[in-house]
């Protein structure tokens, strides 16, 4: 009786690995976030905190975000067609998003500070720079690796489904972003 092993070809490998990962962030993020909502139902305060924040801002933001989300699901569309072009054009674009994102958010950042707004001004400070100041180094991880792969691309080389699998860790930056959004933003 001969043993059939399957091969796994790169494209599904770097899947499942991504996947992993996605699971573990969701864990990482579940816990984040649901230690914050047990927090602030326990507590009384957290209204006149969560006022400080500027809601037209962060919906900016959640626009920047889900452009990019557009774009990115772009880039792949043109890598299917086998359009480096379009995959350079897309990729570009998406860091562009993420650029601008992490730039109103550093905005943001800097008017709370000069306010006197710092994560030790109290519990909703805390959970605030730590819930988005963990997803601005996701969204600036996801920059670091569009931008190689818009590096390989303009070299010619094969970006294959490289594209595919930074464009499922993209979209789950922005699914996390969907979520903080009204629990900081609009719960007040």
């Known amino acids: ?25 969701v864990m990482i993020f579940g816990g984040a976030i649901g230690s914050y909502i047990m927090a602030r139902a326990a507590g009384p305060g957290w209204s006149a905190e969560a006022a400080h924040l500027s809601t037209p801002l962060a919906t900016i933001n959640t626009f920047v975000l889900l452009t990019s989300s557009m774009t990115m699901a772009m880039a792949f569309a043109a890598y299917q067609k086998m359009d480096q072009r379009g995959v350079r054009k897309f990729l570009l674009l998406t860091i562009l998003l993420g650029l601008a994102f992490l730039g109103i958010k550093a905005y943001e950042y800097t008017s709370h500070i000069m306010e006197g707004a710092v994560p030790w001004s109290g519990s909703f400070w805390s959970f605030y720079y730590m819930l ?18 818009l590096l390989a691309a303009g070299k010619g080389l094969n970006t294959g489904y490289r594209i595919e699998v930074a464009g499922l860790y993209w ?12 629990l900081l933003y609009l719960s007040y």
């Open 171 to 182: 979209h789950f930056v922005d699914i996390v972003w969907i979520f903080l959004f009204p």
């Open 1 to 25: 009786m001969a043993v059939v092993t399957e091969q796994f070809t790169p494209a599904r490998r770097g899947k499942i690995a991504l996947w992993w990962l996605i699971a573990s962030e």
């Open 132 to 149: 988005t100041g963990l997803h601005a180094l996701h969204v600036l991880a996801g920059i670091v690796v569009n931008f190689i792969l």
